[in-house]
């Protein structure tokens, strides 16, 4: 505790790990940093030669223990028949056999294998019974750089505080193959981690559990299932990029994507600002259950397969300033979330709704409903999302509030509805329409215009947006002819005040 271990450049093979038999403490950080950031490399994967030919196009080796991952110079081969979690899903009593089976299980990207069966090219098998690791390869593997997984996590500390991580990077970890986590986790409180980039792992790429815990300006793509995950209260998560993670192919309606916040209380009191979760297969930002009091401001979540930001049977978010465009799903989707507001946000082109805010009466553990009311929808830019504009909670104890917001796109994408729309409640298409049956939104104004074509050319080639001026102008354009008013009128990429409930210092 106390010292200050400084790596020198170079690629490192080994596992470091802390636990509670020293006296760590805040007040004496001991701090673990690169003597050039981004130039030290700790690899949970091993460097694996002498193979041997089986035809054409295998190679065998002897190994003990089933590995998550294989690299050919750098390359990701693809898994055949791999097991999570201690023998899923071959072991008929694992807990996880009866998860998600509607939709695939919790696993759904794994391709099954049957031994004798051809291999395709540029992927591994292990053979539990053989004690074997099978390659099908191009070239000789004796002749590229083969890495194996073979440690658990490159870092792991539990029950400490005062860890600081500072610009290291780490790749590759053997985590999934019996346990569930990241391949960097620190468990305690007041750690930090800052400029550290975790690549490929196997599972999640960063985990901090615990209170008043810091994620900076740090980097966890191409994850095997998602890129961060984060529990306890008073923490921060500011200047993180968790793209392009769930390689794997795991279930986006159990854990998979960029960032979810989850689990004994999910985060509370806590800031996630400045983020970035683009191309994630599966939701970009995720608070799901019993989450409280965090302000989500400032992001871009962009190009998951599933929503933008989802904030699901969880209190009091303000969903603040953000950049939420080009996803599969919803862009903000607010299931069972009371007292949220969610304000100054820019929401275009999603394949589904732009903003739904729905009640369905879940209730938590105790039997109390998390309830939906008092959702406040201000001064947001929402626009040419296919599914519709917005969607306000039926059945709330309080339906909520929306106003000053800009609309933009055709008759499709301008769409109104309390709950799901039904027969009993259908969606409505216009402005006035909607103003009439809801009481919502009378100070916001429509536009019936055509995307910019800049704007739109990006979108369809999944390229990060930065300049989003047209649409900023033709949004207050619009409010200027048709001299709508609002107290709240700042729009995304402004400088503003939190206005919701609680403003975090």
């Given at each position: 505790p106390g010292d200050k271990v400084i790596f020198s450049a170079g690629e490192y093979r080994n596992e470091l790990y802390l636990n509670d038999s020293k006296p760590w403490s805040a007040d004496n950080p001991t701090i673990f940093i690169a003597e050039a950031p981004g130039k030290v490399i700790i690899k949970g994967s091993d460097v694996v030669q002498g193979w041997q030919r089986?035809?054409?196009?295998?190679?065998s080796k002897d190994w003990q223990s089933e590995p998550s991952q294989v690299f050919v110079d750098g390359i990701a081969l693809i898994q055949l028949g791999g097991t999570i979690f201690g023998g899923f899903p071959n072991d008929p009593a694992s807990s996880y056999n009866k998860m998600h089976k509607e939709n695939g299980g919790i696993w759904p990207g794994r391709i099954s294998y049957s031994v004798?069966?051809?291999?395709?090219k540029d992927s591994f098998y292990f053979d539990k019974d053989m004690r074997k690791l099978i390659i099908s390869v191009s070239t000789n593997p004796n002749q590229r750089k083969i890495e194996?997984?073979?440690?658990?996590?490159p870092f792991f500390a539990e029950r400490v505080?005062?860890?600081?991580?500072?610009?290291?990077?780490f790749e590759h970890s053997n985590t999934s193959v019996s346990l569930r986590g990241a391949a960097v986790t620190i468990i305690g409180n007041d750690n930090i981690i800052r400029n550290v980039k975790v690549l490929h792992a196997d599972l999640a790429g960063i985990q901090t559990v615990g209170d008043r815990n810091q994620l900076l300006n740090s980097v966890a793509n191409y994850s095997g299932q998602m890129g961060v995950t984060m529990r306890g209260t008073n923490n921060r998560v500011v200047g993180v990029d968790a793209s392009y993670n769930n390689a794997r192919g795991f279930n986006k309606w159990w854990e998979a994507g960029g960032f979810k916040f989850v689990g004994d209380g999910g985060l509370q009191v806590s800031e996630f600002i400045g983020n970035t979760a683009i191309g994630n297969r599966g939701d970009g930002i995720w608070f799901d259950w019993q989450n409280r009091n965090n302000l989500i401001q400032g992001n871009v979540s962009a190009y998951n397969s599933g929503f933008g930001i989802h904030y699901e049977l969880s209190q009091s978010g303000v969903i603040q300033d953000n950049y939420v465009y080009g996803n599969g799903q919803r862009g903000i989707y607010l299931r069972d979330s009371a007292n949220c507001w969610i304000t100054h946000n820019l929401v275009i082109g999603n394949d589904l709704e732009g903003i739904v805010a729905v009640y369905t009466?879940?209730?938590?553990?105790?039997?109390v409903e998390?309830?939906?009311?008092?959702?406040?929808?201000?001064?947001n830019i929402v626009g040419w999302n296919n599914g519709g504009a917005l969607i306000m909670p039926k059945g709330a104890s309080k339906l909520g509030e929306a106003d000053g917001n800009v609309y933009l796109g055709s008759q499709k994408s301008i769409k109104f509805s309390l709950g799901y729309p039904a027969t009993l409640s259908p969606a409505v298409y216009l402005l006035?329409?909607?103003?009439?049956?809801?009481a919502l939104d009378v100070g916001s104004t429509v536009g019936d215009m055509p995307i910019p074509n800049e704007i739109s050319d990006r979108l369809t080639k999944k390229i990060a947006i930065t300049n989003w001026s047209a649409i900023q102008n033709a949004a207050l354009s619009l409010r200027k002819e048709k001299r709508a008013s609002f107290k709240n009128d700042l729009l995304p990429g402004g400088q503003i005040e939190v206005v919701g409930p609680r403003k975090i210092k």
């Open positions: 089986l035809d054409e196009s295998r190679y004798g069966a051809e291999m395709p194996v997984s073979a440690r658990r996590r505080s005062g860890i600081v991580l500072d610009g290291l990077v009466g879940q209730k938590d553990s105790k039997g998390f309830g939906a009311e008092n959702t406040k929808v201000y001064s006035r329409d909607w103003n009439k049956i809801s």
